[in-house]
Protein backbone atom coordinates (compact mmCIF):
# COMPACT_ATOMS: atom_id res chain seq x y z
CA UNK A 1 0.00 0.00 0.00
CA UNK A 2 1.18 4.01 -0.27
CA UNK A 3 3.56 4.50 2.35
CA UNK A 4 5.86 7.35 3.63
CA UNK A 5 9.47 6.52 4.53
CA UNK A 6 12.47 7.70 5.80
CA UNK A 7 16.09 7.17 4.25
CA UNK A 8 18.04 8.18 7.42
CA UNK A 9 17.04 5.70 10.44
CA UNK A 10 19.96 8.02 13.04
CA UNK A 11 21.44 11.30 12.28
CA UNK A 12 24.52 12.80 14.47
CA UNK A 13 25.25 16.44 14.23
CA UNK A 14 28.14 18.74 15.70
CA UNK A 15 26.30 21.46 17.74
CA UNK A 16 25.78 24.41 15.53
CA UNK A 17 25.90 22.81 12.53
CA UNK A 18 23.00 22.33 10.26
CA UNK A 19 20.82 19.32 9.62
CA UNK A 20 18.84 17.68 7.09
CA UNK A 21 16.21 15.05 7.42
CA UNK A 22 14.75 13.34 4.39
CA UNK A 23 11.51 11.75 3.81
CA UNK A 24 10.38 10.12 0.91
CA UNK A 25 6.80 9.23 0.30
CA UNK A 26 5.31 6.95 -2.41
CA UNK A 27 1.34 8.43 -2.48
CA UNK A 28 1.56 10.77 -5.13
CA UNK A 29 -1.85 11.83 -4.16
CA UNK A 30 -1.18 13.56 -0.84
CA UNK A 31 -1.57 17.27 -0.71
CA UNK A 32 -0.22 17.82 2.83
CA UNK A 33 2.59 17.16 5.10
CA UNK A 34 3.85 17.45 8.14
CA UNK A 35 7.02 17.37 10.14
CA UNK A 36 6.53 16.29 14.27
CA UNK A 37 9.32 16.02 16.86
CA UNK A 38 9.55 13.46 19.54
CA UNK A 39 11.30 13.89 22.47
CA UNK A 40 12.13 10.49 24.68
CA UNK A 41 8.52 10.26 26.96
CA UNK A 42 6.65 12.65 24.84
CA UNK A 43 4.17 13.00 22.03
CA UNK A 44 4.93 13.98 18.81
CA UNK A 45 4.95 17.64 18.87
CA UNK A 46 4.43 19.40 15.09
CA UNK A 47 7.00 21.63 13.71
CA UNK A 48 6.09 22.85 10.52
CA UNK A 49 3.86 22.00 7.38
CA UNK A 50 3.49 22.33 3.71
CA UNK A 51 0.99 21.64 1.27
CA UNK A 52 1.49 20.39 -2.34
CA UNK A 53 1.16 23.91 -3.89
CA UNK A 54 4.20 25.13 -2.45
CA UNK A 55 8.01 23.49 -2.54
CA UNK A 56 9.55 25.28 0.32
CA UNK A 57 8.53 26.43 3.84
CA UNK A 58 10.42 28.48 6.45
CA UNK A 59 9.68 28.68 10.04
CA UNK A 60 11.94 29.63 12.84
CA UNK A 61 15.06 28.01 12.20
CA UNK A 62 13.22 25.30 10.24
CA UNK A 63 13.09 24.89 6.57
CA UNK A 64 10.84 21.85 4.94
CA UNK A 65 11.67 21.12 0.95
CA UNK A 66 8.82 19.57 -0.82
CA UNK A 67 9.99 18.28 -4.85
CA UNK A 68 6.92 16.76 -5.95
CA UNK A 69 8.48 15.40 -9.08
CA UNK A 70 10.62 12.25 -7.10
CA UNK A 71 8.32 12.78 -4.30
CA UNK A 72 10.89 13.77 -1.47
CA UNK A 73 10.24 15.85 1.36
CA UNK A 74 12.95 17.30 3.69
CA UNK A 75 13.52 19.02 7.14
CA UNK A 76 16.48 21.31 7.51
CA UNK A 77 17.16 22.41 11.20
CA UNK A 78 19.26 25.60 11.07
CA UNK A 79 22.57 25.87 13.90
CA UNK A 80 21.38 22.49 15.17
CA UNK A 81 21.01 22.71 19.20
CA UNK A 82 21.45 20.07 22.01
CA UNK A 83 17.21 20.89 22.57
CA UNK A 84 16.91 19.40 18.91
CA UNK A 85 17.70 15.57 19.67
CA UNK A 86 14.47 13.85 19.55
CA UNK A 87 12.79 11.80 16.84
CA UNK A 88 11.11 13.25 13.51
CA UNK A 89 8.86 11.97 11.82
CA UNK A 90 7.58 12.86 8.30
CA UNK A 91 4.00 12.66 7.53
CA UNK A 92 1.35 12.55 5.10
CA UNK A 93 -2.35 13.83 5.17
CA UNK A 94 -3.34 11.78 2.01
CA UNK A 95 -7.27 12.19 2.56
CA UNK A 96 -9.94 13.07 5.19
CA UNK A 97 -8.68 13.24 8.82
CA UNK A 98 -6.04 10.74 8.31
CA UNK A 99 -2.40 11.22 8.76
CA UNK A 100 0.34 8.46 7.92
CA UNK A 101 3.34 8.86 9.73
CA UNK A 102 7.01 7.68 8.41
CA UNK A 103 9.49 5.34 9.58
CA UNK A 104 11.44 8.45 12.20
CA UNK A 105 14.83 9.34 12.03
CA UNK A 106 17.06 9.57 15.59
CA UNK A 107 18.61 13.11 15.50
CA UNK A 108 21.84 13.65 17.74
CA UNK A 109 23.19 16.49 18.98
CA UNK A 110 26.85 15.97 19.55
CA UNK A 111 28.23 18.82 21.51
CA UNK B 1 -5.17 26.06 27.77
CA UNK B 2 -3.53 24.71 24.71
CA UNK B 3 -2.26 21.37 25.73
CA UNK B 4 -4.29 17.90 25.66
CA UNK B 5 -3.80 15.50 28.69
CA UNK B 6 -3.77 11.95 29.27
CA UNK B 7 -4.44 10.02 32.25
CA UNK B 8 -3.05 7.54 33.51
CA UNK B 9 0.61 8.45 32.70
CA UNK B 10 1.16 4.38 32.93
CA UNK B 11 -0.64 1.46 33.07
CA UNK B 12 0.10 -2.38 33.98
CA UNK B 13 -2.72 -4.70 33.79
CA UNK B 14 -3.58 -8.44 33.16
CA UNK B 15 -5.12 -9.90 29.95
CA UNK B 16 -8.58 -10.99 31.89
CA UNK B 17 -8.69 -6.73 33.45
CA UNK B 18 -10.93 -4.18 32.29
CA UNK B 19 -9.24 -0.57 32.08
CA UNK B 20 -9.53 2.54 30.56
CA UNK B 21 -8.04 5.31 28.97
CA UNK B 22 -8.76 9.23 29.43
CA UNK B 23 -7.68 12.18 27.32
CA UNK B 24 -8.94 15.47 27.38
CA UNK B 25 -8.67 18.81 25.97
CA UNK B 26 -9.90 22.13 26.45
CA UNK B 27 -9.27 24.07 23.34
CA UNK B 28 -12.47 23.60 21.82
CA UNK B 29 -10.96 21.09 19.11
CA UNK B 30 -13.90 18.61 17.63
CA UNK B 31 -11.74 15.91 16.03
CA UNK B 32 -9.78 13.64 18.48
CA UNK B 33 -7.82 10.96 17.62
CA UNK B 34 -6.48 7.61 19.17
CA UNK B 35 -2.89 6.34 17.98
CA UNK B 36 -1.53 3.40 18.71
CA UNK B 37 2.83 3.40 19.04
CA UNK B 38 5.38 0.68 19.66
CA UNK B 39 8.56 1.25 20.52
CA UNK B 40 11.11 2.98 17.53
CA UNK B 41 7.97 2.54 15.28
CA UNK B 42 5.74 5.70 14.64
CA UNK B 43 2.58 6.48 15.68
CA UNK B 44 -0.27 4.36 14.09
CA UNK B 45 -3.45 5.66 13.61
CA UNK B 46 -6.57 3.66 15.66
CA UNK B 47 -9.85 5.52 15.72
CA UNK B 48 -11.22 9.16 14.87
CA UNK B 49 -14.11 11.26 16.39
CA UNK B 50 -15.84 14.08 14.73
CA UNK B 51 -18.04 16.22 16.14
CA UNK B 52 -18.45 13.23 18.55
CA UNK B 53 -19.40 11.00 15.99
CA UNK B 54 -16.68 7.95 14.83
CA UNK B 55 -15.43 8.73 11.33
CA UNK B 56 -12.55 6.55 11.34
CA UNK B 57 -12.01 2.99 12.79
CA UNK B 58 -8.62 1.55 11.10
CA UNK B 59 -10.21 -2.19 11.67
CA UNK B 60 -8.96 -1.68 15.51
CA UNK B 61 -9.63 -5.30 16.86
CA UNK B 62 -12.96 -4.80 19.05
CA UNK B 63 -11.04 -5.37 22.51
CA UNK B 64 -10.15 -1.61 21.96
CA UNK B 65 -13.55 0.38 22.34
CA UNK B 66 -13.48 4.37 22.07
CA UNK B 67 -15.91 6.44 23.50
CA UNK B 68 -16.17 10.26 23.03
CA UNK B 69 -18.89 11.73 26.11
CA UNK B 70 -18.29 14.87 24.78
CA UNK B 71 -16.08 17.15 22.41
CA UNK B 72 -13.63 17.78 25.40
CA UNK B 73 -13.88 14.12 26.30
CA UNK B 74 -12.10 10.45 24.49
CA UNK B 75 -12.05 7.45 26.16
CA UNK B 76 -10.21 4.11 25.22
CA UNK B 77 -11.47 1.05 27.24
CA UNK B 78 -9.83 -2.00 27.12
CA UNK B 79 -11.11 -5.75 27.95
CA UNK B 80 -9.06 -8.95 27.16
CA UNK B 81 -5.92 -7.41 25.79
CA UNK B 82 -2.93 -9.50 24.46
CA UNK B 83 1.08 -9.05 25.74
CA UNK B 84 1.39 -7.71 21.79
CA UNK B 85 -0.77 -4.06 23.19
CA UNK B 86 1.54 -3.53 24.61
CA UNK B 87 2.64 -0.17 23.44
CA UNK B 88 2.43 4.12 24.16
CA UNK B 89 -1.33 5.16 23.28
CA UNK B 90 -1.32 8.90 22.04
CA UNK B 91 -4.35 10.79 22.11
CA UNK B 92 -4.38 14.15 19.65
CA UNK B 93 -6.84 16.63 18.80
CA UNK B 94 -7.13 19.47 16.01
CA UNK B 95 -9.41 21.93 15.30
CA UNK B 96 -11.83 19.54 12.75
CA UNK B 97 -11.08 16.85 10.97
CA UNK B 98 -10.00 18.88 7.75
CA UNK B 99 -7.16 17.83 6.29
CA UNK B 100 -5.25 20.73 7.02
CA UNK B 101 -4.95 21.30 10.58
CA UNK B 102 -2.99 20.99 12.85
CA UNK B 103 -2.84 17.73 15.19
CA UNK B 104 -2.46 18.34 19.14
CA UNK B 105 -0.40 15.07 20.97
CA UNK B 106 -0.88 14.42 24.36
CA UNK B 107 1.91 12.58 26.36
CA UNK B 108 0.22 9.45 25.92
CA UNK B 109 -0.15 6.39 28.37
CA UNK B 110 2.50 3.83 28.91
CA UNK B 111 0.35 0.47 28.55
CA UNK B 112 1.80 -3.05 29.52
CA UNK B 113 -0.20 -6.27 29.27
CA UNK B 114 0.83 -9.27 31.32
Known amino acids: GESVGLHLPTLSVQEGDNSIINCAYSNSASDYFIWYKQESGKGPQFIID?????DKRQGQRVTVLLNKTVKHLSLQIAATQPGDSAVYFC??????????FGTGTKLQVIP | DTEVTQTPKHLVMGMTNKKSLKCEQHMGHRAMYWYKQKAKKPPELMFVYSYEKLSINESVPSRFSPECPNSSLLNLHLHALQPEDSALYLCASALSGGPYNEQFFGPGTRLTVL
Open chain 1, 50 to 54: IRSNM
Open chain 1, 91 to 100: AENGGYQKVT
